[in-house]
């Protein structure tokens, strides 16, 4: 159980990585989400937009229950309310090396900053009810061409889930880049032995297989 939940709440949360200097407890109340995280003011198309490839992390369904986990966040419009993006999922499940692909909608907000929420196609189901996702507010942490860090947290009766991503542009990550980030982690009071690795390989070209065309025969 994390830590940083209530320990009779029933939930298994996923925890990804923050980047702005917080120690642990701070600006939060005991068993509700913190209430001073900082986070970016704005966000820089160029370097959010792209495929990123998640390294570590800690989700609802186990730490064996995915591998391969890609996002690709294509630029879609700019209007006076919101900026949107396409966001596609890409994962491979353990449990039968089953591919999935799951694609949505991004949108940033105008008065939100660096703030956003996502909304899948059919809508997804991490593991559980009690997380409001289609309303959830993640919050980009740190961004720039390397790496990519967001959080969000959600307060329960019982509890708060907090959600931590860390992302990385290549599927090998750079030792100077992760030493970077755990460096990160440990600075900001977050155990990084409640993280586990996302493996990145034999992850077929992080697509789903077509289904082969059906061999044509032909009696003479």
């Given at each position: ?6 320990a ?49 992390g ?21 209007s ?88 990385t ?46 061999l ?5």
């Amino acid at each position: 159980m994390l830590k940083h939940l209530i320990a009779n709440s029933p939930l298994l949360v996923l925890i990804f990585l923050t980047s702005s200097y917080l120690v642990a407890g701070q600006g939060r109340k005991p068993g509700s989400c913190r209430t001073d995280i900082q986070y970016l003011q704005s966000v820089n198309r160029a370097h959010f937009e792209g495929i990123w490839y998640m390294h570590r992390g800690m989700t609802l369904d186990g730490s064996r229950a995915f591998r391969c986990r890609r996002m690709n966040f294509t630029y879609l419009y700019i209007s006076p309310d919101e900026t949107g993006y396409r966001a596609e999922e890409f994962k491979i499940r353990y449990e039968g090396e089953t591919p999935i692909v799951s694609v949505g909608s991004l949108k940033f907000p105008s008065n939100c900053a660096g703030q956003f929420r996502i909304t899948y196609w059919p809508r997804a189901n991490p593991g559980t009810g009690a997380i409001d996702w289609n309303n959830l507010m993640y919050k980009v942490l740190t961004l720039d061409s390397q790496k990519l860090i967001i959080y969000a947290c959600q307060n329960f009766q019982s509890g708060h889930a907090e959600l931590v991503w860390v992302y990385t542009r290549q599927p090998d990550v750079l030792g100077h880049i992760e030493t970077a980030f755990m460096a990160a982690l440990r600075a900001k009071g977050i155990d990084v032995g409640e993280l586990y690795r996302i493996h990145q390989m034999d992850c077929e070209d992080y697509e789903i297989p077509r289904a082969a065309a059906p061999l044509l025969v032909i009696h003479i």
